[in-house]
């Protein structure tokens, strides 16, 4: 069965610490994946995204992502987070060439105290 | 650009009426989708329309959730009789489907609360 697995559901981290949020998934074939963000109160929206090509990614705000095909993973990370980055993050997953139905983690919630 | 625009925003109605989200994509494109985030589920795909043709609607939990796209700026999920477990917040998405995955964007969300 397709599904995307985040380890962690709730993070709490100091300013300035470094940040790793994990994501494994299950989906045959190539894929395409993807970090959504979702500040309080607010709509989900694109962090960054791996179709093909350099497995390390970079997204907006600082934050990158490193697909490795072998592990099934795609773990989010930030050198160095702000309280501002306090929000929900979810990994997605959907088919390479499939154009709808992304495939949702439950989602890690990040509190960064000031 | 205006985004995807989600109306009404916010939703309280009692058990057994009918309720209706609205939804409006972003202009030129041609998928749409609707979500249902819960605590307990996460966010789950209802259903998704392409060229304003329903694809898969797998994720329509029963017959009391219909979905419909009678043009390509419009489309409303409505829920009748709507169930207490029923509330959660509805987001729209849309996407321009070029023959490869494009990113969607995301409405701002119904919460709907059924009493």
């Known amino acids: 069965a397709q599904s995307v697995s985040q380890h962690n559901h709730h993070v709490i981290l100091s300013e300035a610490a470094s940040l790793e949020l994990g994501c494994n998934y299950s989906?045959?074939?190539?894929?395409?994946l993807f970090w959504y963000v979702q500040y309080p109160g607010q709509h989900l929206q694109l962090l960054l995204k791996y179709f093909s090509g350099d497995p390390l990614v970079k997204g907006i705000k600082g934050f990158e992502a490193e697909f490795i095909k072998s592990k099934f993973s795609f773990n989010l990370r930030k050198p160095s987070v702000q309280w501002s980055d306090t929000a929900e993050y979810f990994c997605a997953v959907t088919g390479s060439g499939n154009t709808g139905k992304l495939i949702f983690g439950q989602g890690t919630t990040l509190q960064v105290k000031p | 650009d205006a985004g995807v625009i989600q109306s009404p925003r916010h939703e309280v109605t009692e058990m057994g009426q009918e309720v209706t989200l609205r939804c409006k994509p972003i202009?030129?494109?041609?998928?749409l989708f609707w979500y249902r985030q819960t605590m307990m589920r996460g966010l789950e795909l209802l259903i998704y329309?392409?060229?304003?043709?329903?694809?898969?609607d797998s994720g329509m939990p029963e017959d009391r959730f219909s979905a419909k796209m009678p043009n390509a700026s419009f489309s409303t999920l409505k829920i009748q009789p709507s169930e207490p477990r029923d509330s959660a917040v509805y987001f729209c998405?849309?996407?321009?489907?070029?023959?490869?995955?494009?990113?969607?964007?995301f409405g701002p969300g119904t919460r709907l609360t059924v009493l």
């Open positions: 329309f392409n060229n304003n043709v329903p694809i898969d």
């Open positions: 202009s030129g494109h041609n998928s």
């Open positions: 998405a849309s996407s321009l489907d070029r023959g490869e995955y494009n990113e969607q964007f």
């Open positions: 989906y045959g074939g190539t894929v395409n």
